[in-house]
């Protein structure tokens, strides 16, 4: 299968080049620098997909500062709505595949069960709404089209949450870590291994077009999430890590407390069983250390 993959340097386009290779894809991976990889750039973007003729095109690329996304709504919108659109039209004109990810942040984080794909999205910051925006441009395209949302990513070497507390607990005799945020870590490596997933089912069921939930199972608050990880470091041991609220922090952008996806959809389409989060985090701590 000859797969594009956009954003190709990012914690999920850097573990997808990697396993859409191992098991002999053609790749053709662009990174933002390079010519047609930046997808806001549409007359180079389209001439790459008409020179490459993917079967598929992975869209890893994304606007993800998400505090920076409220001062700069306009560039969250070009990257997560207007170059999204401009791909969905491509893949439709190319008769491509595009696989794009969402993210939990759809969601206003309210109550304390699971989200489901179809449950109403109200997003409570820019940059989820960009990223709504995003979806709804892929949906109204009439491409062949699957949209993984996923949660809180993280990969070794990558700037996230896990790897930002490791440097928090070395450098820090006391962390303090939001205790009133749920949701499930998720590896990049196991969502390329999800991509890999769907493009192995998906290349002639245009019935299995839509959205799908992914992420690590189980769940987790990210002040417990922070003990595993230091419980992971025989250096850090009598670490003190103390619990707040979300309030604590002034940040410019509000967070959804409540981020547990529901992967039964996923589960059962694709036969693929996530790894625990406490599986996928403990991988990145180590090949981070
Ligand atoms: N990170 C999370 O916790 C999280 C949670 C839920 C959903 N998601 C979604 O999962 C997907 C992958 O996220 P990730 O964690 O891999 O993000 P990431 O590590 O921030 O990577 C995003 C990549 O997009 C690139 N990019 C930004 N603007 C671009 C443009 N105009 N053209 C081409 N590339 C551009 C960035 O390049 P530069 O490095 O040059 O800026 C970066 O390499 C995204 O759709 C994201 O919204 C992420």
Not at 97 to 122: A, K
Not at 168 to 184: F, T
Not at 236 to 242: P, S
Request: charged share 20%; glycine share 6%; with cysteine.
């Amino acid at each position: 299968m000859r797969v594009l993959i956009f954003g190709a340097n990012g914690q999920v386009g850097s573990a997808l080049k990697t396993r859409l290779l191992l098991v002999g894809h053609q790749i053709l991976a662009l990174a933002r620098s390079d010519r047609g990889g930046d997808i806001v750039d549409f007359p180079n973007v389209e001439a790459a997909i008409q020179a490459f003729q993917p079967d598929v095109i992975v869209n890893a690329a994304a606007f993800t500062n998400v505090d920076m996304a409220e001062s700069h709504p306009s560039l969250a919108f070009d990257v997560n709505e207007r170059a999204v659109a401009n791909l969905a039209r491509c893949a439709k004109a190319y008769s491509a595949l595009l696989i794009h990810f969402g993210t939990d942040f759809v969601f206003d984080g309210s109550g304390h069960g699971t989200w489901q794909e179809n449950d109403e999205p109200n997003p409570i910051n820019v940059y989820g709404q960009s990223k709504l925006a995003g979806e709804q441009a892929i949906l109204q395209s009439g491409c062949r089209h699957v949209i993984l949302r996923v949660s809180w990513v993280h990969a070794a070497r990558h700037k996230n949450f896990i790897t930002s507390s490791l440097q928090w607990l070395k450098a820090n005799p006391c962390v303090r870590i939001v205790n009133d945020q749920w949701g499930a870590p998720t590896s990049a490596v196991d969502i390329a291994n999800a991509v890999k997933a769907i493009i192995d089912r998906t290349m002639n069921r245009s019935d299995l077009d839509g959205i799908y939930h992914f992420a690590n199972s189980g769940c987790v608050t990210r002040f417990d999430c922070v003990r595993f990880i230091a419980s992971l470091l025989p250096s850090n041991d009598g670490q003190r890590i103390v619990p707040v609220d979300s309030s604590t922090f002034d940040l410019p952008a509000r967070r959804p407390l409540n981020c547990r996806l529901e992967t039964q959809k996923f589960k059962e389409t694709f036969g693929f069983e996530p790894r625990s989060w406490q599986e996928g985090v403990k991988e990145t701590v180590l090949g981070s250390m």
